[in-house]
Protein backbone atom coordinates (compact mmCIF):
# COMPACT_ATOMS: atom_id res chain seq x y z
CA UNK A 1 0.00 0.00 0.00
CA UNK A 2 0.69 3.75 -0.46
CA UNK A 3 0.56 5.89 2.64
CA UNK A 4 -0.97 8.75 1.94
CA UNK A 5 0.03 12.01 3.78
CA UNK A 6 -1.16 12.76 7.30
CA UNK A 7 -3.52 9.81 7.29
CA UNK A 8 -4.33 9.16 11.23
CA UNK A 9 -4.73 5.48 12.83
CA UNK A 10 -5.62 4.37 16.55
CA UNK A 11 -2.48 2.80 16.51
CA UNK A 12 0.85 2.14 14.90
CA UNK A 13 3.05 -0.60 15.54
CA UNK A 14 6.55 -0.02 14.24
CA UNK A 15 7.84 -4.23 13.80
CA UNK A 16 6.37 -7.07 12.20
CA UNK A 17 7.69 -9.36 14.55
CA UNK A 18 6.05 -11.75 16.56
CA UNK A 19 5.59 -8.75 19.53
CA UNK A 20 3.95 -6.51 16.89
CA UNK A 21 2.24 -9.37 15.21
CA UNK A 22 0.24 -10.43 18.73
CA UNK A 23 -0.36 -6.36 19.24
CA UNK A 24 -2.63 -6.28 16.32
CA UNK A 25 -4.11 -9.61 17.05
CA UNK A 26 -5.47 -9.03 20.82
CA UNK A 27 -6.04 -5.43 19.44
CA UNK A 28 -8.78 -6.23 16.63
CA UNK A 29 -10.00 -9.16 18.52
CA UNK A 30 -10.60 -6.52 21.90
CA UNK A 31 -11.76 -3.85 19.67
CA UNK A 32 -12.24 -4.44 16.05
CA UNK A 33 -13.38 -0.77 15.23
CA UNK A 34 -9.03 -0.16 15.88
CA UNK A 35 -7.54 1.42 12.58
CA UNK A 36 -3.87 0.33 13.04
CA UNK A 37 -1.00 0.62 11.10
CA UNK A 38 1.96 -2.38 11.17
CA UNK A 39 5.34 -0.75 9.34
CA UNK A 40 8.36 -3.26 8.76
CA UNK A 41 11.71 -2.57 6.96
CA UNK A 42 11.36 -5.91 5.71
CA UNK A 43 8.61 -7.30 3.13
CA UNK A 44 5.12 -9.10 3.54
CA UNK A 45 5.47 -12.66 4.20
CA UNK A 46 4.32 -13.63 1.16
CA UNK A 47 7.00 -11.77 -0.70
CA UNK A 48 9.54 -12.61 1.66
CA UNK A 49 12.22 -15.52 -0.06
CA UNK A 50 15.76 -16.14 0.99
CA UNK A 51 18.22 -17.23 -1.87
CA UNK A 52 20.33 -18.64 -0.17
CA UNK A 53 17.92 -21.35 1.08
CA UNK A 54 18.37 -22.83 -2.64
CA UNK A 55 21.97 -20.89 -4.00
CA UNK A 56 23.44 -22.07 -0.56
CA UNK A 57 25.47 -18.92 -0.59
CA UNK A 58 23.98 -15.51 0.43
CA UNK A 59 23.61 -12.74 -2.25
CA UNK A 60 23.36 -9.84 0.29
CA UNK A 61 19.46 -8.71 0.11
CA UNK A 62 18.65 -5.57 0.99
CA UNK A 63 17.16 -5.65 3.67
CA UNK A 64 18.05 -9.27 4.71
CA UNK A 65 15.03 -11.72 3.98
CA UNK A 66 16.02 -13.84 6.83
CA UNK A 67 16.01 -10.56 9.69
CA UNK A 68 13.18 -8.56 8.08
CA UNK A 69 9.63 -8.19 6.97
CA UNK A 70 6.46 -9.42 8.62
CA UNK A 71 7.16 -12.19 11.56
CA UNK A 72 10.50 -11.08 12.17
CA UNK A 73 13.49 -13.58 11.92
CA UNK A 74 11.06 -16.10 13.75
CA UNK A 75 9.17 -16.61 9.78
CA UNK A 76 12.48 -18.56 8.79
CA UNK A 77 13.47 -19.37 12.24
CA UNK A 78 13.03 -23.04 13.84
CA UNK A 79 10.15 -21.83 15.23
CA UNK A 80 10.46 -22.63 18.77
CA UNK A 81 8.03 -21.75 21.45
CA UNK A 82 9.23 -22.13 25.03
CA UNK A 83 6.54 -22.78 27.33
CA UNK A 84 7.71 -21.72 30.46
CA UNK A 85 8.49 -18.27 31.95
CA UNK A 86 11.84 -19.15 32.87
CA UNK A 87 12.78 -18.78 29.47
CA UNK A 88 13.00 -16.41 26.78
CA UNK A 89 13.30 -13.24 28.18
CA UNK A 90 12.59 -11.14 31.48
CA UNK A 91 8.84 -10.85 31.69
CA UNK A 92 8.95 -11.56 35.41
CA UNK A 93 10.23 -8.26 35.99
CA UNK A 94 6.85 -7.30 35.18
CA UNK A 95 4.53 -9.22 36.26
CA UNK A 96 4.30 -12.53 38.92
CA UNK A 97 5.52 -16.26 37.53
CA UNK A 98 1.59 -17.25 37.59
CA UNK A 99 0.47 -13.82 35.51
CA UNK A 100 3.02 -14.96 33.21
CA UNK A 101 2.64 -18.53 32.73
CA UNK A 102 -1.42 -17.97 32.37
CA UNK A 103 -0.54 -15.20 29.49
CA UNK A 104 2.14 -17.98 27.86
CA UNK A 105 -0.95 -20.49 27.57
CA UNK A 106 -2.81 -17.67 25.72
CA UNK A 107 -0.65 -17.05 23.55
CA UNK A 108 0.17 -20.62 22.97
CA UNK A 109 -3.43 -21.06 22.04
CA UNK A 110 -3.26 -18.40 19.51
CA UNK A 111 0.03 -20.21 17.85
CA UNK A 112 -2.50 -23.56 18.24
CA UNK A 113 -5.28 -21.93 16.43
CA UNK A 114 -3.28 -20.96 13.58
CA UNK A 115 -2.36 -24.67 12.61
CA UNK A 116 1.04 -25.32 15.44
CA UNK A 117 2.34 -28.53 15.74
CA UNK A 118 0.55 -30.28 18.71
CA UNK A 119 3.33 -32.37 20.56
CA UNK A 120 4.93 -30.03 23.58
CA UNK A 121 8.71 -31.08 24.00
CA UNK A 122 10.13 -31.72 27.55
CA UNK A 123 6.90 -33.06 29.63
CA UNK A 124 8.35 -36.54 30.75
CA UNK A 125 9.60 -35.41 33.72
CA UNK A 126 11.21 -38.41 34.61
CA UNK A 127 13.73 -38.25 32.02
CA UNK A 128 13.94 -34.23 32.72
CA UNK A 129 14.72 -34.87 36.29
CA UNK A 130 16.97 -37.73 35.39
CA UNK A 131 19.27 -35.71 32.61
CA UNK A 132 18.96 -32.61 35.55
CA UNK A 133 20.34 -34.38 38.22
CA UNK A 134 23.50 -36.21 35.78
CA UNK A 135 24.75 -32.35 34.81
CA UNK A 136 24.37 -31.07 38.19
CA UNK A 137 27.16 -33.73 38.98
CA UNK A 138 29.78 -31.90 36.86
CA UNK A 139 28.44 -28.09 37.61
CA UNK A 140 25.88 -27.69 34.48
CA UNK A 141 22.74 -26.43 35.57
CA UNK A 142 19.76 -27.72 32.72
CA UNK A 143 16.91 -25.37 32.74
CA UNK A 144 14.06 -27.38 31.96
CA UNK A 145 11.64 -25.80 29.58
CA UNK A 146 8.73 -27.26 27.41
CA UNK A 147 9.04 -26.73 23.92
CA UNK A 148 6.62 -26.61 21.45
CA UNK A 149 8.89 -26.52 17.94
CA UNK A 150 6.85 -25.39 14.95
CA UNK A 151 10.21 -26.23 12.40
CA UNK A 152 10.80 -23.83 9.82
CA UNK A 153 8.91 -24.91 7.45
CA UNK A 154 5.35 -24.87 9.24
CA UNK A 155 6.75 -21.66 11.70
CA UNK A 156 5.80 -19.69 7.89
CA UNK A 157 2.46 -21.03 7.31
CA UNK A 158 1.80 -20.35 11.15
CA UNK A 159 3.19 -16.53 10.66
CA UNK A 160 1.34 -16.50 7.43
CA UNK A 161 -1.83 -17.39 8.62
CA UNK A 162 -1.45 -14.44 10.93
CA UNK A 163 -1.02 -12.09 8.63
CA UNK A 164 -4.16 -13.07 6.06
CA UNK A 165 -6.38 -12.85 9.47
CA UNK A 166 -4.90 -9.13 10.10
CA UNK A 167 -4.87 -7.91 6.40
CA UNK A 168 -8.56 -9.89 4.94
CA UNK A 169 -10.13 -9.48 8.65
CA UNK A 170 -9.54 -6.76 10.56
CA UNK A 171 -9.01 -3.04 10.06
CA UNK A 172 -5.61 -3.70 9.77
CA UNK A 173 -2.88 -2.24 7.25
CA UNK A 174 0.72 -3.67 6.63
CA UNK A 175 3.46 -1.33 5.13
CA UNK A 176 6.25 -3.11 3.78
CA UNK A 177 9.86 -1.25 2.83
CA UNK A 178 8.98 1.48 5.37
CA UNK A 179 11.50 2.85 7.96
CA UNK A 180 10.49 4.90 10.73
CA UNK A 181 13.18 8.20 10.89
CA UNK A 182 11.89 9.57 14.12
CA UNK A 183 8.67 8.95 16.91
CA UNK A 184 6.77 12.09 16.77
CA UNK A 185 6.28 13.35 20.57
CA UNK A 186 3.88 16.76 21.32
CA UNK A 187 4.13 17.42 25.44
CA UNK A 188 5.24 14.40 26.48
CA UNK A 189 3.00 12.28 24.66
CA UNK A 190 3.39 9.96 21.29
CA UNK A 191 1.59 11.81 18.35
CA UNK A 192 2.77 9.90 14.75
CA UNK A 193 6.05 9.41 13.01
CA UNK A 194 8.02 10.02 10.38
CA UNK A 195 8.03 7.58 7.43
CA UNK A 196 10.42 6.54 4.68
CA UNK A 197 9.18 4.09 2.06
CA UNK A 198 10.74 4.77 -1.62
CA UNK A 199 12.51 7.51 -0.40
CA UNK A 200 9.12 9.68 0.19
CA UNK A 201 9.05 10.90 3.65
CA UNK A 202 5.22 10.93 5.23
CA UNK A 203 3.83 11.80 8.30
CA UNK A 204 1.79 9.86 9.71
CA UNK A 205 -0.06 10.74 13.05
CA UNK A 206 -1.50 8.04 15.69
CA UNK A 207 -3.11 7.84 19.23
CA UNK A 208 -0.85 5.38 20.36
CA UNK A 209 2.84 4.06 19.37
CA UNK A 210 4.20 0.75 19.71
CA UNK A 211 7.64 0.40 19.12
CA UNK A 212 8.35 -3.34 18.59
CA UNK A 213 11.32 -3.47 15.95
CA UNK A 214 12.97 -6.96 17.05
CA UNK A 215 16.30 -7.44 16.86
CA UNK A 216 17.70 -5.84 14.08
CA UNK A 217 16.29 -2.44 15.15
CA UNK A 218 17.90 -2.68 18.75
CA UNK A 219 20.16 -0.12 17.80
CA UNK A 220 17.64 2.28 16.38
CA UNK A 221 15.69 1.61 19.57
CA UNK A 222 18.56 2.67 21.76
CA UNK A 223 18.71 6.05 19.31
CA UNK A 224 15.44 6.70 19.99
CA UNK A 225 15.50 6.47 23.42
CA UNK A 226 18.56 8.60 23.72
CA UNK A 227 16.64 11.82 21.77
CA UNK A 228 13.49 11.25 23.58
CA UNK A 229 15.51 10.81 26.88
CA UNK A 230 14.13 7.57 27.72
CA UNK A 231 16.29 5.89 30.22
CA UNK A 232 17.98 2.32 29.47
CA UNK A 233 19.90 0.04 30.75
CA UNK A 234 22.61 -2.23 29.42
CA UNK A 235 21.36 -6.10 29.89
CA UNK A 236 24.26 -8.72 29.24
CA UNK A 237 26.44 -8.92 25.54
CA UNK A 238 25.96 -12.34 24.91
CA UNK A 239 28.67 -13.33 21.96
CA UNK A 240 29.52 -16.60 21.19
CA UNK A 241 30.01 -19.78 18.48
CA UNK A 242 27.40 -21.89 16.81
CA UNK A 243 28.47 -25.37 17.92
CA UNK A 244 27.71 -28.29 14.75
CA UNK A 245 28.07 -31.93 16.26
CA UNK A 246 26.24 -35.43 14.57
CA UNK A 247 22.81 -35.91 16.01
CA UNK A 248 24.55 -39.16 17.52
CA UNK A 249 25.90 -36.94 20.50
CA UNK A 250 23.07 -35.13 20.94
CA UNK A 251 20.20 -37.10 20.35
CA UNK A 252 19.69 -38.88 23.91
CA UNK A 253 18.93 -34.83 25.02
CA UNK A 254 17.18 -33.94 22.34
CA UNK A 255 14.28 -36.45 21.95
CA UNK A 256 12.93 -35.41 25.29
CA UNK A 257 13.75 -32.15 25.46
CA UNK A 258 14.08 -30.83 21.65
CA UNK A 259 16.26 -28.25 23.29
CA UNK A 260 18.66 -28.54 26.39
CA UNK A 261 18.95 -25.11 28.17
CA UNK A 262 22.31 -25.68 29.88
CA UNK A 263 24.65 -23.08 31.65
CA UNK A 264 28.02 -23.10 32.73
CA UNK A 265 30.25 -20.97 35.08
CA UNK A 266 33.65 -21.31 32.89
CA UNK A 267 36.45 -22.16 35.08
CA UNK A 268 39.41 -19.96 34.61
CA UNK A 269 37.19 -16.48 34.02
CA UNK A 270 33.65 -17.22 35.94
CA UNK A 271 31.65 -16.09 32.98
CA UNK A 272 28.43 -17.82 32.19
CA UNK A 273 28.14 -19.49 29.24
CA UNK A 274 24.93 -20.62 27.95
CA UNK A 275 23.34 -23.08 25.15
CA UNK A 276 21.02 -21.20 23.15
CA UNK A 277 18.66 -22.35 19.90
CA UNK A 278 19.16 -25.88 19.34
CA UNK A 279 18.34 -27.41 16.45
CA UNK A 280 18.45 -31.30 16.05
CA UNK A 281 18.70 -32.38 12.55
CA UNK A 282 19.45 -28.77 11.42
CA UNK A 283 20.58 -26.50 9.37
CA UNK A 284 23.51 -23.44 10.44
CA UNK A 285 22.52 -20.70 8.54
CA UNK A 286 23.63 -17.05 8.05
CA UNK A 287 21.94 -13.73 8.73
CA UNK A 288 22.59 -10.20 7.58
CA UNK A 289 21.99 -6.95 9.92
CA UNK A 290 21.48 -3.05 9.41
CA UNK A 291 25.00 -1.76 8.37
CA UNK A 292 25.68 -5.17 6.00
CA UNK A 293 27.32 -7.66 9.20
CA UNK A 294 26.89 -11.09 9.01
CA UNK A 295 26.46 -13.34 11.81
CA UNK A 296 25.78 -17.32 12.21
CA UNK A 297 22.77 -18.41 12.93
CA UNK A 298 20.77 -22.06 12.80
CA UNK A 299 17.16 -23.87 12.45
CA UNK A 300 15.42 -27.03 11.66
CA UNK A 301 12.33 -28.40 9.93
CA UNK A 302 9.78 -30.29 11.29
CA UNK A 303 9.49 -33.00 8.60
CA UNK A 304 11.85 -35.71 8.89
CA UNK A 305 12.72 -35.73 5.06
CA UNK A 306 14.31 -32.28 5.80
CA UNK A 307 16.42 -33.13 8.81
CA UNK A 308 20.40 -33.51 8.83
CA UNK A 309 22.93 -35.59 10.17
CA UNK A 310 23.78 -32.67 12.56
CA UNK A 311 22.61 -30.84 15.28
CA UNK A 312 23.44 -27.01 15.53
CA UNK A 313 23.51 -24.63 18.81
CA UNK A 314 24.51 -21.62 19.78
CA UNK A 315 26.77 -21.21 22.84
CA UNK A 316 26.86 -17.57 24.18
CA UNK A 317 29.17 -15.85 27.05
CA UNK A 318 26.99 -13.16 28.79
CA UNK A 319 29.15 -10.06 30.25
CA UNK A 320 27.43 -7.26 31.78
CA UNK A 321 29.52 -4.04 31.25
CA UNK A 322 29.89 -1.44 33.75
CA UNK A 323 30.42 2.20 33.35
CA UNK A 324 32.01 4.34 31.47
CA UNK A 325 31.00 1.58 28.78
CA UNK A 326 27.56 1.91 27.30
CA UNK A 327 27.77 0.35 23.89
CA UNK A 328 27.33 -3.00 23.97
CA UNK A 329 25.21 -3.76 21.00
CA UNK A 330 28.52 -1.66 19.14
CA UNK A 331 30.79 -3.96 20.83
CA UNK A 332 28.63 -6.67 19.53
CA UNK A 333 28.96 -5.43 16.31
CA UNK A 334 32.44 -4.65 16.03
CA UNK A 335 33.32 -8.35 17.03
CA UNK A 336 31.10 -9.53 13.95
CA UNK A 337 32.86 -6.89 11.65
CA UNK A 338 36.13 -8.66 12.69
CA UNK A 339 34.96 -11.85 11.89
CA UNK A 340 33.64 -10.86 8.38
CA UNK A 341 36.82 -8.78 7.93
CA UNK A 342 38.80 -11.87 7.44
CA UNK A 343 36.43 -14.45 5.42
CA UNK A 344 35.71 -11.60 2.72
CA UNK A 345 32.26 -11.25 4.31
CA UNK A 346 30.90 -14.61 5.29
CA UNK A 347 31.07 -16.98 8.09
CA UNK A 348 34.01 -18.28 9.62
CA UNK A 349 34.25 -22.09 10.24
CA UNK A 350 36.88 -24.19 12.68
CA UNK A 351 37.82 -27.30 13.86
CA UNK A 352 38.00 -27.68 17.84
CA UNK A 353 40.83 -29.90 17.01
CA UNK A 354 42.63 -27.01 15.07
CA UNK A 355 41.67 -24.33 17.34
CA UNK A 356 42.73 -26.76 20.36
CA UNK A 357 46.31 -26.76 18.65
CA UNK A 358 46.35 -23.47 17.60
CA UNK A 359 46.32 -23.44 13.46
CA UNK A 360 44.02 -22.00 11.38
CA UNK A 361 41.47 -24.92 9.43
CA UNK A 362 42.30 -24.64 6.29
CA UNK A 363 40.20 -26.71 3.20
CA UNK A 364 42.06 -29.57 3.25
CA UNK A 365 41.78 -30.00 7.29
CA UNK A 366 38.05 -29.44 6.94
CA UNK A 367 37.53 -32.06 4.33
CA UNK A 368 38.76 -34.40 6.93
CA UNK A 369 36.41 -33.96 9.20
CA UNK A 370 33.59 -36.29 9.96
CA UNK A 371 31.01 -33.92 11.09
CA UNK A 372 29.99 -32.57 7.48
CA UNK A 373 28.98 -28.71 7.36
CA UNK A 374 25.58 -27.73 6.53
CA UNK A 375 26.75 -24.28 5.98
CA UNK A 376 28.77 -24.96 2.47
CA UNK A 377 29.94 -21.11 2.05
CA UNK A 378 31.77 -20.83 5.39
CA UNK A 379 34.61 -19.86 5.42
CA UNK A 380 38.00 -21.73 6.95
CA UNK A 381 39.62 -19.98 9.24
CA UNK A 382 40.70 -19.31 12.78
CA UNK A 383 38.51 -17.83 15.47
CA UNK A 384 41.12 -16.97 17.86
CA UNK A 385 42.18 -14.09 15.23
CA UNK A 386 38.38 -12.81 15.97
CA UNK A 387 37.22 -13.41 19.59
CA UNK A 388 38.61 -12.35 22.85
CA UNK A 389 40.58 -14.87 25.14
CA UNK A 390 38.13 -13.99 27.91
CA UNK A 391 35.24 -15.74 25.36
CA UNK A 392 37.37 -18.21 23.61
CA UNK A 393 38.69 -19.96 26.65
CA UNK A 394 35.44 -19.75 28.86
CA UNK A 395 33.74 -21.39 25.41
CA UNK A 396 35.93 -24.34 25.46
CA UNK A 397 35.87 -24.72 28.82
CA UNK A 398 31.86 -25.21 28.62
CA UNK A 399 32.54 -27.42 25.72
CA UNK A 400 34.96 -29.66 28.17
CA UNK A 401 32.26 -29.90 30.75
CA UNK A 402 29.16 -30.28 28.26
CA UNK A 403 31.25 -33.78 27.11
CA UNK A 404 30.48 -35.14 30.67
CA UNK A 405 26.81 -35.55 29.60
CA UNK A 406 26.81 -35.76 25.53
CA UNK A 407 30.54 -37.43 25.16
CA UNK A 408 32.18 -36.95 21.75
CA UNK A 409 30.97 -33.01 21.92
CA UNK A 410 35.15 -31.70 22.92
CA UNK A 411 36.42 -34.05 19.83
CA UNK A 412 38.30 -32.37 17.36
CA UNK A 413 36.02 -32.99 14.82
CA UNK A 414 33.18 -30.86 16.31
CA UNK A 415 32.66 -27.23 14.27
CA UNK A 416 32.57 -23.93 15.40
CA UNK A 417 31.13 -21.32 13.25
CA UNK A 418 31.30 -17.21 14.47
CA UNK A 419 30.02 -14.83 14.90
CA UNK A 420 26.74 -15.44 17.01
CA UNK A 421 25.72 -12.08 18.55
CA UNK A 422 22.12 -11.48 20.43
CA UNK A 423 21.44 -7.75 19.54
CA UNK A 424 19.09 -7.38 22.94
CA UNK A 425 21.72 -5.05 25.00
CA UNK A 426 20.28 -2.11 25.72
CA UNK A 427 17.00 -2.81 27.90
CA UNK A 428 14.38 0.32 27.99
CA UNK A 429 12.63 1.28 31.21
CA UNK A 430 8.63 0.55 30.71
CA UNK A 431 6.40 0.20 33.48
CA UNK A 432 4.43 -2.89 34.26
CA UNK A 433 2.14 -2.48 31.10
CA UNK A 434 5.73 -1.73 28.65
CA UNK A 435 4.89 2.00 28.51
CA UNK A 436 7.61 4.58 28.45
CA UNK A 437 7.87 7.95 30.30
CA UNK A 438 6.22 8.94 27.47
CA UNK A 439 2.41 8.75 27.45
CA UNK A 440 1.25 6.21 24.67
CA UNK A 441 4.39 5.00 23.73
CA UNK A 442 5.31 1.30 24.57
CA UNK A 443 8.42 -0.25 23.96
CA UNK A 444 8.15 -4.47 23.26
CA UNK A 445 9.79 -7.18 22.36
CA UNK A 446 13.60 -8.29 21.87
CA UNK A 447 14.25 -4.72 20.37
CA UNK A 448 13.40 -3.20 23.45
CA UNK A 449 15.42 -5.65 25.92
CA UNK A 450 12.72 -7.00 27.67
CA UNK A 451 12.33 -10.01 25.72
CA UNK A 452 14.55 -13.42 23.84
CA UNK A 453 12.09 -15.43 21.94
CA UNK A 454 9.34 -15.46 19.81
CA UNK A 455 6.91 -16.62 23.11
CA UNK A 456 7.80 -13.71 25.43
CA UNK A 457 7.82 -11.29 22.69
CA UNK A 458 4.27 -12.44 21.80
CA UNK A 459 3.19 -12.11 25.56
CA UNK A 460 4.44 -8.56 25.92
CA UNK A 461 2.35 -7.87 22.27
CA UNK A 462 -0.71 -8.90 24.65
CA UNK A 463 -0.53 -6.99 27.44
CA UNK A 464 0.15 -3.88 25.67
CA UNK A 465 -3.21 -4.21 23.83
CA UNK A 466 -4.99 -4.97 26.73
CA UNK A 467 -3.79 -1.84 28.02
CA UNK A 468 -4.47 0.32 25.10
CA UNK A 469 -7.93 -0.82 24.72
CA UNK A 470 -8.75 -0.25 28.48
CA UNK A 471 -8.07 3.42 27.82
CA UNK A 472 -9.83 3.16 24.63
CA UNK A 473 -13.49 2.40 26.46
Same mark, same amino acid.
Given at each position: ?????K?HY??????? &?P????????????? /??????????? *??????T?P????DR???? !????IT??????G #????? *?? =????E??G???D????D?A????N??????L??G??? !?VH?????V??????E?S *???????????R?L??E???????G??K????N? @????? !?L??????????N??V???L??K $????????D??? #? #??G???????S????? %???????N?????????VP??????L? @???YE????????????K??????NPG?VV /??????????L???H?YA?????????N?A?L? =??TF??PF????E? &??Y?????????GG?????R %?????Q????? @?D?? $?????????K??VP???S????N????????????????A?????????????E????? =? *??????????????????G???G?T??????????????????????
Open positions: MTIPMKDVIIIGA &GAGIFSALELSKLN /SKLNILIVDKG *KSIINRCMRTLCINC !EPCGYGWAGA #AFSDG *KL =SLSPVGNITYMSEEQKLIYADSIYSFAQQ !EGLNNKVDDIKYA *KHNIRLIPCPVHGTKAFFVLEMYQLIET @KTEFS !ETSVEDIIIENRAGVNVK $KESYKVTAYII #A #APRGGAEWLDQARK %LNIPNTNAVDIGVRVENSIMDHT @KELAKLVYYSDTFDNVRTFCMG /SQETYEGGITVNGSEDERKTENTFMV =STTENEPIY &GKVGRLANMLTGIMVQ %LGDLLGRRTD @KRL $KKSTTIPTLNAGDLYVLPRYLTSIIEAIKAFDKIPGMYSKNTLLYGVCKFYS =S *KIQVNNNFETKIENLYTIDGAIRGLMQASVTGVVVARDIVSKCK
